[in-house]
């Protein structure tokens, strides 16, 4: 029989008439012949106000306890949604992360899968029942419960997918696809019908919240055939897959942005061996994450030295480096934490020339100042002002002509 994991992420399970209609959802599939195990979220907004109530507690809330918090979203929803399959006459029964074995490593929080213990699933199935299973949860080996990082629900869905050697994993979520942009900032994005890993994995990477990045490496790692789709609507929603041969692939498959961004620079720092893991080394040890960076030399042997950050960690990566300041001979410490990355994206880019020369002219044009440039063989990434976002991603979405399909 077909095994299918569905997973509904928070706006779908928003409310007891939203968690019924998923209900039908997963009934008119069971009548189809297919086997469901299916992964939710917690209701929209649940996560935000646990994180809220944990932070009106504790300064800094305990990354152990705030595990034990956070996981009691995905537990109302599960429950809810086995009474509701129930209530419909379908066989159904509900499991935490860690009854059904998922197993992670202890990083709270910010947890990975490590293995599943797929024994209790099958059982259920084979006893001819809907499996629920919470998303966004595991279990260390010392039995701490942990969660995945925000958006994790989606890791979790493909992690059983993987485990249980699905036919496809099925996300269903609150827009009936992937589009060529976040279609709140360009509603004339178009929906994509496939788009292969690779560059659903640097969408995800540079900002696109559809999917979680670490969905996307174990869909990818594993081969799990992943679809986004439409709890609300019918349709087929967007393949991600392996690259076919012989297909023909438009140049560019989508925008990407990342509001959470912020920048520091270095002023006047000596142009010399070392300077750079001197200013980096301690930004590091802080586990702050850098993105980009860049270093221009002026003519009097003296180096500006800008990198960019989580807006989160801004503060703190301030702090360090105005403290470094001295030790550095830097001049001046600058920092905006008002910018926005905008990305483009295409396994195209790889066989055409011209693609950054043409991004940049678009921009001008706008008179959008761009202030740091990144490449990679699939993406160009470029630092803006963050009252130019909507401009930038519509401008280059026209340039483009990403509202055509190629
Ligand atoms: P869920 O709660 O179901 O996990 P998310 O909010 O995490 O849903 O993801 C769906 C949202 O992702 C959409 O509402 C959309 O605004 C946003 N999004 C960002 N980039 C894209 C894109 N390229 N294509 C589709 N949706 C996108
Ligand atoms: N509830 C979690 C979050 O809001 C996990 C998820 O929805 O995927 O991040
Ligand atoms: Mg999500």
Redesign the pocket.
Known sequence: MALYVH??????VGDTDRIKNVADRIIQARQRGEDVVVVV?AM?GETNKLVAYAQAVQERPDPRELDVLLSTGEQVTIALLAMALRQKGCPAVSYTGWQVGILSDDVHTKARIADIDTARVRAELAEGNVVVVAGFQGVTEEGDITTLGR?G??TTAVALAAALKADECL?????D????????VEPR?R?LERITFEEMLE?ASL??????IRSVEFAGKYNVPLR?LS?FKEGYGTLISYEETGVEKALIS???FNRDEAKLTIQGVPDRPGIASKILVPIASANIEVDMIVQNVAEDKTADFTFTVHRNDYCKALEILEKNCGELGARRIAGDDKIVKVSLVGVGMRSHAGIASKMFEALANEGINIRMISTSEIKISVVVDEKYLELAVRTLHDAFELERAA
């Not at 997973?7 to 779908?12: A, N, Q, R, V, W």
């Not at 996300?171 to 827009?175: A, R, S």
């Not at 696809?177 to 709140?184: E, L, M």
């Not at 900002?207 to 979680?212: E, T, Y």
């Open positions: 997973k509904y992420g928070g706006t779908s979220s929209s958006g629900s989606d996300i269903y979520t609150d827009v696809g992937v589009y060529t942009t976040d279609p709140r994005a929906k969408m900002g696109s919240k559809v999917l979680q986004v709890s989508g925008i990407a």
